[in-house]
């Protein structure tokens, strides 16, 4: 098969090595497009979309970003406007596969683009950081990062060797086409943690049993972003998120946040949804040193040597229930239900267990229903969110609104 390569990069500092990368990938059988975000220097060859296009595409002057003396708004401007061009391109089918090089400037630029696109799009970004940490440039992306080695500066014995790697495997990871499996089932999200592992493992064997396949995202904040992320982009055919603690990390500052806006991709994209404020009881910290003096005299569970919960109060989890229904009342009637466990929302928040706080899990739940739009419905189940017949109930609500869709 043939295919088209999308080459980013800036053309002024780092020319020489995309005119390189250009060459082998073309000789390998492939198309390329180019798109130029660089912005002092003139570009070493014309790109296919000019820096000019790019940086009109963030609504910037390329002339002032180019005078040199407010480098952080030119490397913002640029990034906006080259995930944009970015994401029009892939829109209007120009190419197959998108591959960057560069220093940390320029993978930060390249990266925002990438992350626009769906998972499974090839992504290869050739960075002098590749060998560290990448999450923050990754995001929940399937971006492949190559260590440069030695600097994205010039063509030598390291460097060849590494861009025609970087050219051979983009050539190639276009060229590959995973073959459709056979009666592919519809796609289920779920999100879980080892507070909810019985209820997720339960339903999950229900919704398999009815012909589905579910994905279960560990809620540890990069598998919320994860979840949501597949969710925009058209993955998933509906969504059990049994836990939501990740929205307790983002109001007491813990290592697990997925940010403000978890828990609404699904309501928001009409994807059928039950919403459950699970392990809505626990915030997360490293080891003990780590969680913060202002909770030291709070109830604290040393989940293991490298975590530690924080159990949320009742003001707390008002702001929890407020946050869980105004993610809810951004989604269709008929397309998202809440299920409310009254007699826990964890492992640990069982009767006589360390977590139990009925008036905490009180607050959560009237907020919840103060704020919850009258058109979407409200279950509560007299059990523990791990006791079989919650998770039972949890899927048949799911099932009957995915019967609806059809």
Known sequence: MSGTVLLVGA????????????????????????????VMGQPAFPPDVSRADVAAAAGGDLAYLASGTRKDEAMRTMAQGLAAVVERLYDE????????????????????AMRTLPVGVPKIMVSTVGGGDVSAYSGSKDITFMPSVVDVAGINRLSRAIYANAAGAIAGMVKTEAA?????????????????????????????????EVLVFHATGSGGRTMEDLITDG????CLDMTTTELADEICDGVFSAGPDRVQAAPRQGVPTVIVPGCVDMANFGGIETVPDHYRERNLYQW??????????????RRMGAMLAAAANTGQAGK????????????????????????????????????????????EVDANIND???AEKAVEILLEMLREEI
């Open 93 to 112: 089918g120009r190419f197959d596969g998108i591959l960057g090089m560069g220093g940390s400037g320029g993978t930060s630029i390249a990266t925002a």
């Open 235 to 238: 993955y998933i055919a509906a």
């Open 180 to 212: 459709a499996a056979a009666n592919e089932r519809p796609l289920i999200a779920a999100s879980m943690f080892g507070n909810t592992t019985a209820a997720v493992d339960h339903a999950r064997d229900l919704l398999e049993a009815q012909g589905y």
């Open 336 to 379: 998202v239900s809440v299920l409310i466990p009254l007699a826990g929302v964890s492992m640990l928040d069982s009767d006589g267990d360390r977590f139990w706080d009925p008036g905490a899990d009180q607050a959560c739940y009237d907020a919840i229903k103060n704020d919850l739009r009258a058109d979407i419905p409200l279950i």
């Open 11 to 38: 053309l002024d500092t780092k020319g020489a090595e995309y005119s390189f990368v250009k060459d082998l990938i073309e000789a390998a059988g492939l198309q390329t497009l180019v798109v130029d975000f660089g």
């Open 304 to 317: 293991n040597p490298e975590v530690t919960l924080l159990r949320t109060n009742e003001e707390e989890n």
């Open 388 to 390: 079989p017949e919650f």
